[in-house]
């Protein structure tokens, strides 16, 4: 069994309210037909802690299963402290899936500058991101803007425009070749993780245009991915930190709970139990254990 795991920052489970709500507002067949297909379970982001769910903190109680918020005190936004690097150094699902044997890898592309700052103890402007630090601890190559020319990595936007936009020279992906790269990575790895976060700096703008045109794009990459991968031998795992663009009333993350979304058969009967962030890790964990306890 393969497994391709995508997160997408700031997607919670909204109204079914097309005035408010992009998913509902945009052309969205995949989509839908994955959320009554599929497993989804509504997961809490909230972890007991006050405040709204953020990222720093919603990302590494999901690739920890560690309560994050609650160790630091408060929801935390953009990137890990020295805190909840530590957290992420001594425990994450990278290093609990090596530790299983398992071939794992980041399909994300990272541009040049980011890369370099990354690295730069003097350079205190960038702090890397959670799955960033995950990768890194776990002693993986970061794909390169070479690795995105030559078709092995995909771009955090999913088309690679915007490293256009920054002056790289570089061909625009339709959403459908980036669906095809990311499986045909899968292919070479148990655990392919791909992080987008488009969504969540759109839903900060409260634009309905411009957040529609996203979800749109999202469709079209899903569905594309869904109908490459053997569903009866492969599983897709989505989930979200929090909420936002599903509610684009509010510049704010939302306290909905988001969707954690399980494509295919290979978990059924496996007892999967998830209800919140915490729980996300653990279960990746628990579905590969029991495969391979069971042949």
Do not use: C
């Not at 092995?152 to 625009?172: A, C, F, P, S």
């Amino acid at each position: 069994m393969r497994m391709i795991f995508i997160f997408i920052d700031g997607l919670g489970l909204g109204k079914e309210d097309k005035t408010v709500n992009p998913l509902y507002a945009a052309k969205a067949p995949n989509i839908h037909y994955i959320l009554e297909r599929f497993t989804v379970i509504p997961t809490d982001a909230t972890l007991g802690v006050k405040g709204l769910p953020q990222s720093a903190t919603g990302q590494t109680a999901i690739f920890t299963g560690e309560n994050a918020p609650r160790i630091l005190g408060r929801h935390l936004n953009g990137q890990p402290t020295e805190t909840l690097k530590n957290i992420i150094y001594k425990n994450n699902l990278f290093m609990q899936l090596g530790k299983m044997g398992l071939r794992v890898t980041n399909s994300n592309v990272y541009s040049t500058e980011y890369l370099q700052k990354m690295v730069n103890p003097h350079d205190r402007r960038l702090r890397p991101s959670v799955t960033s630090v995950m990768t890194m601890v776990a002693g993986m190559g970061f794909r390169t803007v070479d690795d995105y020319r030559s078709g092995r990595g995909v771009y955090h936007d999913i088309t690679g425009h915007m490293l256009i936009e920054r002056g790289y020279d570089v061909e625009r992906i339709t959403p459908r070749q980036a669906a095809e790269r990311l499986y045909s990575i899968s292919r070479e790895n148990d655990f392919t993780l791909y992080e987008h976060f488009m969504t969540d700096i759109i839903g900060h703008k409260m634009d309905m245009e411009l957040a529609i045109k996203e979800i749109e794009l999202l469709d079209e990459f899903l569905g594309e991915l869904a109908g490459l991968v053997d569903l009866n031998e492969d599983i897709i795992f989505i989930t979200s930190d929090h909420g936002n663009i599903e509610d684009i009333s509010v510049k704010t993350h939302t306290y909905n709970k988001v969707p954690t979304i399980i494509m295919g058969n290979m978990h059924r009967g496996l007892g999967v139990k998830i209800e919140s962030l915490m729980d996300i890790t653990p279960a990746v964990t628990g579905i590969f254990k029991e495969i391979m306890n069971n042949g």
